[in-house]
């Protein structure tokens, strides 16, 4: 099955430092780069890299930045028919990896937040395919759209509910496969309890798939916790795509026909050596790298 991808291009703008500055602080960092990123390519990326079919759906500017990404989806065999050039500039985020791994990112979105309703094209589009991807750096009305399009011609959907946005249940009741890391999931359910929230979220959404970091992967449906799914241990050099990787790479499993189970679990070792590589879409295993831990 095909896999669309409406979501949000970004040029990150990384920066390695010892630590976060404190207000007022000017801190000397240790390397800088710009790595193609964003919630939608990088998603897109991963679920390219580990053999799915994908057409991406998303907007960027007329501008180097914009070029750069539009390369960088084609050069992993992207369909990026559906990815409009507006008058806003691409998007950026600002990336601070601190030592250790962890990250704090802010986003501009520009062109992302362009489009503000689903075209004729982008509505076919999905209803071709079989799976959509979403994320929040995309107009929520817009993702809502995305979300009633799919539903409507049975097309299975995912989202990531990144950034965390208050969400109307009726938008959370299109979705099929939720994918919250654990603090969106307890913002989203209004509790500091990570298993009360996922089982929260499952009682409206089709089935949460909840990231933990090193503690893993839970798994919750129709208010219960289907399974718990540990993670591969690493040392992390930089956890900026962690999520995308194994939202992505989940989706091409399933598109391929795997259940569920099995997505997730291959996902999680995908995600696993995303961690131990600098960068966002830079740090994307390919199918053979992710087959030979299976």
């Not at 990531?160 to 989203?188: G, K, R, W």
Request: aromatic share 2%; proline share 6%.
């Amino acid at each position: 099955m095909t896999i669309a991808v409406l979501g949000s291009a970004n040029m990150d703008l990384v920066v390695r430092q010892p630590r976060l500055p404190r207000p007022g602080e000017t801190l000397f960092g240790s390397s800088f780069t710009a790595v193609p990123g964003g919630k939608g390519l990088n998603q897109a990326v991963a679920a390219a890299r580990a053999g799915g079919r994908v057409r991406f759906a998303g907007a960027v500017g007329d501008d180097e930045f914009g070029a750069a990404l539009r390369a960088r989806l084609a050069a992993d065999g992207v369909d990026t028919a559906a990815l409009a050039t507006v008058g806003a500039p691409t998007g950026v985020a600002a990336v601070s990896v601190v030592d250790g791994g962890e990250n704090s990112i802010v986003v501009v979105p520009g062109a992302n937040q362009a489009v503000m309703a689903l075209d004729d094209a982008t509505r076919d589009l999905i209803g071709r395919s079989g799976l959509l991807v979403a994320q929040f750096e995309r107009p929520l009305g817009l993702v809502g759209e995305a979300l009633a399009a799919a539903r409507a011609r049975g097309v299975t959907t995912v989202l990531t509910p990144a950034p965390v946005l208050p969400v109307p249940a009726d938008l959370l009741e299109l979705v099929d496969i939720l994918v919250p890391n654990a603090a969106e999931a307890c913002e989203l359910a209004g509790t500091d309890d990570e298993t009360a929230a996922a089982c929260a979220l499952s009682r409206t959404a089709g089935t949460v798939v909840m990231t933990r970091g090193p503690r893993g992967v839970l798994v919750a449906r129709g208010g219960a916790v289907l399974a718990e799914v540990p993670a591969r241990p690493v040392e992390a050099v930089d956890t900026t795509a962690a999520g995308d990787t194994l939202a992505g790479v989940m989706a091409s499993v399933l598109a391929a026909g795997q259940g569920l189970d099995q997505a997730v679990r291959v996902a999680v070792i995908a995600a696993s050596i995303a961690v131990t590589r600098p960068g966002a879409s830079s740090s994307m295993p390919s199918w053979a790298e992710i087959a030979a831990l299976l």
